[in-house]
């Protein structure tokens, strides 16, 4: 027989027991949510508060940094004293056009001008009429001796003339406006010999990059005694156009304290600024060092190949108030034990793993498209210290890959399938990318993987020449 039909009240009251044990659940299940959201909110917040302690134990930023990080960020876009600062044009004119790039050479003249002579001199030599058509070298003196200064402008103006009269050269001397800034030094002062160097140092690069913002769109650093390599300023402007749509602070061409770092021009105020809040004991170098991670840069990037060199020593009072700068030279490339992967066209018998060999045998691929890799899985994870990946041919460069980057893996999959997850060394630069590797101290996790990365799809050939990888500590050798 058919089953009576429940009562109204019986519906009702089952309706109401199911509403309820829904909303119990509904309720239990955003309790179970907002617990689960506050623990995730909280871990965020812990790893968040572990990440900026890390990173200010990690970079060994002195206790002067840590406690002037607020008045660096409400920081002005340049300090009194460089607002009212006070400049000298001793030579030249500034350019009548915004140029590339300002090659900035600071120098207090010591006794022996003719280091400062021998880079200019250096450096010209070095570059061709059109890479100088897209800088300015901004030269700063600073000398209480009125002869000496006066005998070093006219000896700079007889042998640059050309350069001078071009606008390409220009020499300035600079003066401080307003009460002396934290970082310089006072009438009632007693410092230290290395005191008063640090402090002149700070001063004279801050009026030499308070100058130079407004000149270029970037700025290069070099110290007055140094040794340029032949077309040093084409290697900046394509390795600036490769990271043109990167964030960067600072860019190192040369493993020295000073030389070779290239900063945005639009951060130089700020960075002026910066040099000059710290106290007189503070050297330059360790300010220059941190004030990328001020920025968000973490780690540096520096090039494999330095482009410029030490030519000479420093004076015995700089020897002894800066440590010795030790170019940093590596050995032969000494590649792991790898696999290589890809998912390019493979033709005949040419296989991927003719890339790493260190050999004159290279991986040949036709029409590569965007996305397309290839990998280097090595067997054991390694200190990987520099990375080079050469494209094109030896000879005539042709089959470069024309747009791309290289990324380094960690936390190797199973089966030597690649790496779990990838961060970015470097694009590719004109076919060629040469980079150190750069650690967090006391990192323990190493590099599981080296993978090629095509961005742009290109109709051609694309020769992958040879992959070297240096896993072993560089040597250092003090220059002379």
């Not at 058919?2 to 309706?15: I, M, Q």
């Not at 590596?330 to 018998?349: C, H, I, K, W, Y």
Request: hydrophobic content about 40%; proline content about 6%.
């Amino acid at each position: 027989m058919p089953r009576a039909a429940p009562a109204p009240r019986t519906v009702h009251g089952c309706l109401c027991k199911c509403l309820v044990v829904i909303m119990s659940l509904v309720l239990l299940g955003s309790f179970f949510q907002e617990r689960l959201e506050e623990q995730l909110m909280y871990s965020l917040l812990v790893e968040e508060k572990k990440k900026i302690l890390w990173q200010l134990s990690h970079q060994q930023i002195s206790s002067e940094v840590e406690n002037r990080l607020q008045a660096f960020r409400d920081m002005e876009k340049a300090s009194p004293g460089l607002q009212r600062a006070k400049y000298q044009l001793l030579a030249g004119a500034p350019p009548h056009e915004k140029k590339l790039l300002t090659v900035g050479v600071s120098s207090a003249l010591h006794p022996h001008e003719s280091r400062l002579l021998d880079t200019l001199r250096s450096l010209f030599q070095a570059s061709s009429g059109p890479e100088l058509g897209c800088v300015v070298v901004l030269v700063s003196l600073s000398d209480s001796d009125p002869e000496r200064l006066s005998q070093t402008v006219a000896n700079i103006s007889d042998l640059f003339r050309t350069h001078i009269e071009a606008r390409q050269l220009l020499v300035l001397r600079g003066q401080l406006g307003g009460p002396p800034p934290l970082g310089t030094l006072r009438p009632e002062d007693h410092p230290s010999p290395c005191e008063a160097l640090y402090s002149a140092q700070k001063a004279d690069h801050a009026l030499l990059m308070n100058f130079a913002a407004n000149l270029s769109e970037y700025f290069l650093m070099l110290d007055d005694w140094v040794r340029c390599k032949p077309k040093f300023i084409s290697t900046i402007y394509w390795t600036l156009s490769a990271w043109q749509e990167l964030p960067w602070v600072t860019l190192e061409f040369s493993s020295l304290s000073f030389s070779g770092k290239v900063f945005h021009s639009s951060d130089l105020p700020r960075l002026a600024s910066f040099l000059l809040v710290f106290p007189r004991d503070t050297p330059t170098h360790v300010l220059l060092s941190e004030f990328p991670l001020l920025l968000a840069q973490n780690m540096p990037i520096r090039f494999g190949s330095s482009v410029f060199h030490h030519v000479g020593n420093r004076s015995g009072l700089e020897s002894s108030c800066f440590p010795a700068d030790k170019e940093k030279v590596f050995g032969e490339p000494d590649n792991p034990t790898a696999s290589v992967r890809t998912d390019m066209v493979m033709l005949s018998n040419n296989i991927p793993q003719y890339a790493y060999t260190l050999n004159k045998e290279s991986f040949a691929t036709l029409n590569p498209v965007r996305g397309n890799y290839l990998t280097v899985i090595l067997e054991k994870p390694q200190k990987v210290t520099r990375v080079e990946v050469l494209t094109g041919s030896n000879k005539d460069r042709k089959h470069q890959l024309q747009r791309g980057q290289v990324e380094l893996g960690y936390g190797p999959l199973e089966d030597l399938q690649g790496c779990a997850r990838y961060t970015l060394l470097g694009p590719v630069v004109e076919g060629h990318l040469d980079q150190v590797v750069s650690y967090e101290e006391d990192s323990l996790e190493a590099l599981g993987c080296i993978r090629l990365l095509v961005l742009e799809a290109q109709e051609s050939w694309l020769l992958i020449r040879q992959i070297k990888v240096w896993t072993t500590e560089y040597d250092e050798e003090e220059e002379v």
